[in-house]
């Protein structure tokens, strides 16, 4: 009998128990960095006034070249997924799976009909070309895609944009890549509806403040701004998009991209010299998905030795056999390789 992956499940819930190493959750450790934590604790003098937007949406703006009014500021990419979910109308709305899964668990919960379609490991977890069905008028996919850290070239993507439809593309992680190669936040010629998701929560270290925002045609953005409630970010989630879409920030953050991506070869390379584990595809963001056998047991086998990875079998398209694994210094990388082998051993 198959078993329904549970969509709410998330890397948090694998993180509560105090002293494990944290391999579950996607944020860059040591964040927010000083400079950031200054600023948003001398915003907390701004509380007694309602939040202001407008600076903010601004820098948004600036940031990806694009009019103010193609900017939609919310409380995480999170917030974005359920606006869409409930001023959208699809006939056929199509996840693109392995992926978050909050995109479709937003679609079900307001009563949509959502259509799965599973990338294949052993083409890499790649998007192939007539993989979506012609007739989806909503379509949703990651990019690079959460957990399988594949990065889908632009132009793959752009091929799914068409009159009638509305592409929505999570780039919740495209600033783990240097230089958002293969971003389409700035794109603005696509036919149809074309709507980009974007957090600051994993670069910057602040998913407790719940910031994201989403970039799409000025009309689509009135119509999810209307289905806001008053307010509906604070007036320090305001101050930290400011912040972190000014040119000295986007600097700072491709360069831990780039540290990043180091890392990543480093823990790459280690992966590579156990024989249980195989990689598929070419893994692009802070995070890798490994495929090993009894992987629910060798999850268990690390919490007792002191490190927490997050479970793949939640995530549509995946099973028991999948773990992800957030991208760490080279230090932390070497002791969990050495707990990853005894684990299988």
């Not at 699809?90 to 919960?109: C, I, K, S």
């Not at 379609?117 to 379509?139: K, M, T």
Request: aromatic share 4%.
């Amino acid at each position: 009998m198959n078993v329904e992956p549970d969509l709410r499940h998330h890397g948090d819930a694998e993180v509560r128990s105090a002293g494990l190493v944290d391999l579950a959750v996607n944020v860059r450790t040591g964040t927010p960095p000083p400079w950031l934590r200054d600023r948003l604790a001398a915003s907390l003098d701004t509380l007694a006034a309602y939040p202001d937007g407008t600076a903010a949406r601004a820098a948004v703006a600036a940031r990806h070249g694009r009019p103010v009014g193609e900017v939609l500021l919310t409380a995480g990419a999170a917030e974005a997924f359920v606006l869409l979910a409930r001023v959208l109308r699809p006939r056929h709305a199509v996840v693109v799976h392995p992926q978050f899964t909050e995109p479709e668990a937003a679609l079900r919960d307001a009563g949509h009909t959502v259509h799965r379609v599973l990338l294949a490991p052993e083409q890499g977890f790649r998007l192939l070309s007539g993989s979506v069905p012609e007739d989806a008028d909503l379509v949703v996919v990651g990019n690079p895609t959460n957990p399988t850290s594949i990065l889908h070239p632009a132009a793959t993507l752009a091929e799914l944009a068409r009159p009638g439809r509305t592409l929505v593309v999570d780039e919740a992680f495209m600033d783990t890549d240097p230089g958002e190669t293969e971003s389409l936040a700035g794109t603005r010629d696509l036919p149809g509806r074309v709507v980009v998701l974007r957090s600051l929560t994993k670069t910057w270290g602040l998913a407790g403040l719940r910031i994201g925002y989403l970039l799409a045609p000025a009309g689509l953005v009135a119509e999810l701004a209307a289905a806001q409630p008053l307010w509906p970010v604070s007036s320090p989630a305001l101050t930290a998009a400011e912040l972190c879409s000014a040119p000295a920030a986007l600097a700072e953050a491709d360069a831990a991209a780039r540290s990043t991506a180091l890392d990543r070869e480093h823990l790459l390379k280690g992966l590579a010299q156990l024989p249980a584990v195989r990689v598929h595809g070419e893994p692009a963001a802070s995070f890798v998905l490994i495929e090993l056998p009894d992987a629910a047991a060798v999850r268990e086998r690390l919490r007792t030795a002191g490190f927490a990875v997050r479970r793949g079998d939640t995530f549509p398209g995946l099973g028991p056999d999948w773990l992800r694994l957030a991208v760490r210094d080279r230090d932390t990388t070497d002791r969990f390789l050495t707990a990853l082998a005894a684990a299988i051993g």
